[in-house]
């Protein structure tokens, strides 16, 4: 047993990984070769990519390993559609997507014409995929696990203690009752309707005050043994159709509350509307109810096993509020949550259950970065910064290519300078989160940055926060918790005598969403950062996703074609630096 090719597909984040002999050999989205945020269907090119990097055909696949098992709880799914007979246009959506899945094998040879597949396919149950996608490639022998989403094979969280190459699950929550559903309703209620919109929310919160607690009690009740159950009053899914698609393009989902919920809160808020202090409460309020659920849940667990360390998974281990408060409401204090811990993750959880059900025997991979994606040489680039060259030099640009110790120093000093800058290094990362590889990389010193960010090239909402990479070894002096956190996925406290030397990454609330950079796994980011630290005594960056409305940029052509049709100074690609004649100098 050697290449175990891993999908999630029909579904959104659709992606793809490979393993090779139970090593990560690499990992991808659809979204980012497609340019769709979020597209959902079947990832023929993430498994087009897979396959180029292991240098491999179908042919060569010895299993196919997918997230999701249409039989999984099959006799819970039966004994809710008998009960509340839901609609006829509900069952056979259900049906049809289940077929979907269960034609694997068919979309493969469909997409790889000429290539045969000769292995079988291993249907991961959903919430399995998740734990086995946080423990299973995590620094932890012994663990809690917990994934919880919003729903997948009939159920919404899942947890137990992983071992070893083992996971015991020990209980679930099964439809319809689901965290996040419960925080996606809430989320169109606030007027943001794509999928993937509840960062917008966790977001806004810190803004408001937790004045709806009592109105959020009737939404979501809490259990005596730590679980939570959804009043269902107030939402649509279960009985009704909605409207939603899960295939071939950006996903689509419907209306998930019902006017029960605007009796108890008030109106809902249209997308053009302004945001007032009574919406900026409801986020408050609602982050607030998560929170106190996610907190329950892992108390109980820890109540059956003390075990002060925990591997998180499934849409909401994305709510990096609260995976960063658990040090202070919880018993836990070290949090592992995978760089791609929603649904895409699922493709390397099924991918590494698969392995080890396989192959009993085999050692543990660890995953300490995120960068499994397309790489370009310098000659590559070099070639599309020749392409482009009437639409560079009508911005009168410079274009130099440098050593990394002339390239980073440079870099550095252009930042502190107050320059905007694209750093587009190495292997592009897996997940949602820009690492240091694909991002977008300013002073965190400048309280205007924001400002600047938003004019120049981002044109988001006012009250989203920056991101602050910084140096592992200097964590504990700037933030009030110490961990490691290498994807992003975890907010802490900045020291209060320090926020004001970094108010261009401290949001409102004094808090900051992280990423520790060391030299083991990202050496020219965290040079760059230390250079910079040379210059101003600040082991910090502030981070954020290259792109422009769009997923983040995959490849050097689409890279310089943000730079050009934005206000970014400063572009590097490579050991390649453009920059803008115009960009500003002190």
């Avoid at 995590?138 to 190459?165: H, I, K, M, N």
């Avoid at 009796?263 to 408050?284: D, F, K, S, W, Y």
Wanted: with cysteine.
């Amino acid at each position: 047993m050697s290449l175990i090719l891993g999908i999630n597909a029909y579904h959104a984040d659709s992606a793809a990984c490979i393993l090779k002999a139970g090593k990560l050999i690499a990992a991808a989205e659809e979204e980012r070769f497609r340019r769709i945020k979020h597209w959902a269907g079947f990832p023929t090119r993430a498994i087009a990519y897979c396959l180029n990097e292991a240098g491999a055909e179908l042919s060569d696949i010895d299993a196919v390993a997918v997230n999701r098992n249409p039989r999984a709880n099959l006799l819970r799914k039966i004994g809710y559609a008998v009960a509340h007979l839901p609609s006829a246009a509900l069952l056979a959506d259900r049906i049809r997507n289940a077929k979907a899945w269960s034609s694997i094998e068919q979309s493969l040879t469909d997409a790889f014409a000429g290539q045969r597949l000769r292995c079988p396919v291993h249907n991961v149950e959903h919430h399995s995929a998740h734990l086995a996608s946080a423990f299973l490639v995590s620094p932890f022998d012994e663990a809690l696990v917990l994934s919880v989403d919003g729903l997948g094979d009939f159920s919404s969280a899942c947890w137990g203690v992983g071992r070893g190459t083992s996971i015991a699950i020990e209980g679930r929550v099964f439809s319809p009752h689901s965290l996040g559903i419960f925080y996606e309703a809430i989320t169109q209620y606030l007027g943001f309707p794509h999928y993937g919109d509840e960062y917008k929310v966790m977001g806004l919160a810190p803004y408001g005050e937790p004045s709806l607690a009592r109105e959020m009690d009737q939404i979501v009740r809490q259990q005596p043994d730590g679980t939570f159950r959804l009043n269902m009053e107030f939402f649509t899914h279960g009985r009704s159709m909605r409207d939603f698609s899960w295939s071939d393009g950006a996903p689509q989902s419907g209306r998930l509350f019902t006017p029960a919920l605007e009796e108890l809160l008030g109106p809902a808020r249209l997308p053009e509307q302004e945001i007032t202090a009574h919406h900026r409460n409801v986020a408050r309020s609602a982050q607030a109810t998560y929170e106190r659920a996610f907190f329950s849940l892992v108390n109980s667990m820890y109540a059956r096993h003390p075990i002060d360390r925990i591997a998180l998974a499934g849409g909401c281990a994305m709510n990096s509020v609260a995976n960063g408060r658990l040090y202070r409401n919880t018993p836990v204090r070290r949090v592992y949550v995978q760089a791609a811990a929603g649904d895409a993750g699922g493709a390397i959880g099924a991918a590494y259950l698969t392995w080890h059900r396989l192959r009993t025997d085999a050692p543990r991979f660890t995953m300490n970065h995120a960068y499994w994606g397309s790489q370009f040489s310098d000659e590559e680039i070099g070639q599309e910064i020749r392409d482009r060259g009437a639409a560079l030099e009508a911005l009168r640009c410079t274009r130099e290519l440098l050593d990394e110790d002339s390239l980073c120093a440079r870099t550095a000093r252009r930042i502190a300078e107050g320059a905007v800058v694209g750093w587009f290094q190495g292997r592009m990362e897996w997940g949602p989160r820009a690492l240091g590889n694909r991002s977008i990389v300013c002073d965190p010193r400048r309280a205007d940055m924001k400002q600047i960010l938003n004019a120049k090239i981002k044109r988001r909402e006012s009250f989203r926060p920056f991101a602050p990479s910084v140096l592992r070894s200097a964590v504990r002096e700037w933030f009030e918790t110490d961990d490691d956190v290498p994807f992003m996925t975890q907010v802490f406290q900045v020291r209060a005598d320090k926020r004001g030397a970094i108010p261009a990454v401290t949001h409102v609330d004094g808090s900051g969403r992280l990423q520790t950079v060391e030299p083991a796994s990202n050496p020219r980011y965290c040079r760059l950062i230390g250079e910079f630290a040379k210059l101003t005594g600040i082991p910090i960056l502030l981070n954020t996703s290259f792109n422009e409305n769009e997923p983040i940029v995959c490849t050097p052509g689409e890279a310089l074609d943000c730079f050009t049709r934005t206000g970014m100074d400063v572009l590097v690609l490579g050991n390649w630096l453009v920059e803008r004649a115009d960009a500003p100098h002190p």
